[in-house]
Nanobody
């Protein structure tokens, strides 16, 4: 069994920055592809970013150039640096691990964290 725990959410003004962290434990971390998804009020869960175990990143068009995903296999962590935040980024952000299929699809991930709230005020 794999446990996934997010941290780092909070309230920030538009234009500000936040850094989310995700820790995975329970099995060998390195082979996992990892992803971040978010779900805003009244919206479906959507892909934000993902990173291969090798370190290759992928981004949704809406966050490209503003968000950066990175990982530290030695520490079993994945981070999401979010800059130039907009009110539209307000959502619960979820970290997920162990992709079996497309990185962009939430149903391809085997393990999920509980989510962390990010609120961007205008």
């Amino acid at each position: 069994q794999v446990q996934v725990v997010e941290s780092g959410g909070g309230l920030v003004q538009a234009g500000g920055s936040l850094r989310l962290s995700c820790a995975a434990s329970g099995r060998t971390f390195s082979p996992y592809d990892m992803g971040w998804f978010r779900q805003g009020p009244g919206k479906e869960r959507e892909f934000v970013a993902a990173i291969r175990w090798s370190g290759i990143p992928y981004y949704a068009d809406s966050v490209k150039g503003r968000f950066t995903i990175s990982r530290d296999n030695a520490k079993n962590t994945v981070s999401l640096q979010m800059n130039s935040l907009e009110p539209e980024d307000t959502a619960v952000y979820y970290c997920a691990a162990d992709v079996r299929g497309s990185l962009y699809r939430s149903d391809a991930y085997g393990y999920w964290g509980q989510g962390t709230q990010v609120t961007v005020s205008s």
